[in-house]
């Protein structure tokens, strides 16, 4: 092997060096059994992080408007509390907030069921915490969904 070879591997990652060696990887969520397309497949990145944009704006003008009562700084917890409670009511009541319903998304158990409401604890509270949501295993599904044994898919 020469050094270009193992400076190319090295630049494409760890995943590209694995397939030239003839591992296959497959699609996000062929381990946990969803489709590859289409309703029920794993969320993209991309309209989760959008779903919790729209559910943090919403969140920060009700904090604004409801609890601040104008009196509000960027400082006040309130909104992360609303964050908090939309998160709990609307994930235990229908799966979904409404970021995630905008956004055609859903939260589900790995068998396609409800999600526990002690699941939904565990969830939204890592969810807050920020990093475990941001550490994704190979289905992008974060340390939060597989706590709670999740998975985001789309409507």
């Not at 694995?18 to 059994?33: K, N, Q």
């Not at 704006?57 to 009700?62: N, W």
């Amino acid at each position: 092997m020469d050094n270009r070879e193992v400076i190319g591997s090295w630049l494409s990652g760890p995943r590209a060096a694995a397939e030239e060696m003839g591992v296959e990887f497959g699609y996000r969520g062929e381990r946990l059994g969803l489709p590859e397309e289409g309703p029920g497949s794993i969320a993209p990145v991309g309209r989760r992080l959008a779903a919790v944009f729209v559910d943090w704006i919403l969140c920060v003008l009700i904090a604004y408007g409801l609890i601040a009562h104008g009196d509000y700084n960027a400082s006040n917890p309130w909104a992360l509390v609303v964050f908090a409670v939309l998160s709990l009511v609307g994930l235990s009541l229908v799966g979904s907030t409404p970021g995630k319903l905008l956004l055609r998304l859903r939260v589900t158990r790995l068998d396609g069921g409800r999600l526990s409401p002690l699941a939904v604890l565990i969830r939204t509270v890592l969810l807050l915490l920020v990093i475990p949501a941001v550490v994704w295993d190979r289905d992008t599904r974060g340390l939060h969904d597989k706590a709670a044994k999740s998975v985001e898919i789309r409507l």
